[in-house]
Nanobody, 121 residues
Framework: QVQLVESGGGLVQAGDSLRLSCAASGRTFSTSTMGWFRQAPGKDREFVAAIGWSTKYAESVKGRFTVSRDNAKNMVYLQMNSLKPEDTAVYFC?????????????????WGQGTQVTVSS
């Protein structure tokens, strides 16, 4: 069993930066793919970034967001730069029992409760 707790969300202005953190419990962290997803009001949950054997990013965040992990601390991070109003969403941390990086929500086994990110124009 893996428990995930996100933090670091908030209200920022367009162009600002935020760093989201996700604390994971469980002994399988180092063998898991860790992903970030987001869900805006009225929209489906969508892939943002993930890190396992490799890293992947959604086209909409490529070059602005960076995902990283610290296996010693069981932490995963999402550094978000040059934020835009369209980045406004609840951001979720997710874990997958494989280090093969995939982008589908259905392939992730564990989810956090989410943290709100609001970007004002």
């Amino acid at each position: 069993q893996v428990q995930l707790v996100e933090s670091g969300g908030g209200l920022v202005q367009a162009g600002d930066s935020l760093r989201l953190s996700c604390a994971a419990s469980g002994r399988t962290f180092s063998t898991s793919t860790m992903g970030w997803f987001r869900q805006a009001p009225g929209k489906d949950r969508e892939f943002v970034a993930a890190i396992g054997w490799s890293t992947k990013y959604a086209e909409s965040v490529k070059g602005r967001f960076t995902v990283s992990r610290d296996n010693a601390k069981n932490m995963v991070y999402l550094q978000m730069n040059s934020l835009k109003p369209e980045d406004t969403a609840v951001y979720f941390c997710a874990a997958r029992n494989s280090k093969v990086v995939v982008v589908s929500t259905g392939d992730y086994n564990y989810w956090g409760q989410g943290t709100q990110v609001t970007v004002s124009s």
